[in-house]
């Protein structure tokens, strides 16, 4: 097992918990596609960019339907 370390500039300051703030940025700045999370309030932003805030389950669904 190894680390990578990141180097993450923490620019984003409109998620509904300032302590959730780096996940957009992780996010944002190496161009994930979705933000997995159970969290009712990220779950509500829906997207941010092009960034798609989703649930596990929902993440399974479009898994399953990518075929």
Known sequence: MSTTWMNLSLIF????????????????????????TGDKKLLA???????QVVSLANFKELLANAD
């Open 13 to 36: 300051k409109d998620s509904p918990d300032i302590k959730d703030n780096y996940l957009f940025d992780l996010a944002l700045q190496y161009n994930a596609t979705y933000l997995i």
């Open 45 to 51: 932003m829906e997207a941010v960019e092009n960034v």
